[in-house]
């Protein structure tokens, strides 16, 4: 079992950054890629970024996120980041995070593909 908790959501203005936190129990976090979704109201749940496990040091982004969000992980912390810059009101959603053993870099975009989710955390972005 995995429990994640996200934390580092608040209301920014556009053009600023915020860092999420995911903080992760277990002794098998490094086993897990992990990986960030949003949903914004009235949308559905979509991707936003992921990060391989440990060692294996490959990151995939949402076209949308590309060049302004960066993922990165602590093992030794059992965290998972997600430092956003340059936010737009667009990007006003709840994120979530979420584990996964998968390994096929098409699963990641996937929700069922992942075993374990935060309650997540909102991010507000005003113009």
């Known amino acids: 079992q995995v429990q994640l908790v996200e934390s580092g959501g608040g209301l920014v203005q556009a053009g600023g950054s915020l860092r999420l936190s995911c903080a992760a129990s277990g002794r098998t976090f490094s086993r897990y890629a992990m990986g960030w979704f949003r949903q914004a109201p009235g949308k559905e749940r979509e991707f936003v970024a992921v990060?391989?496990?440990?060692?294996?040091?490959?990151?995939y982004y949402a076209d949308s996120v590309k060049g302004r969000f960066t993922i990165s992980r602590d093992n030794a912390k059992n965290t998972v980041y997600l430092q956003m810059n340059s936010l737009k009101p667009e990007d006003t959603a709840v994120y979530y995070c979420a584990a996964t053993r998968a390994y096929t870099r098409s699963d990641y975009y996937t929700q069922a593909a992942y075993d374990y989710w935060g309650q997540g955390t909102q991010v507000t972005v005003s113009s």
């Open positions: 990060i391989r496990t440990s060692g294996i040091s490959t990151y």
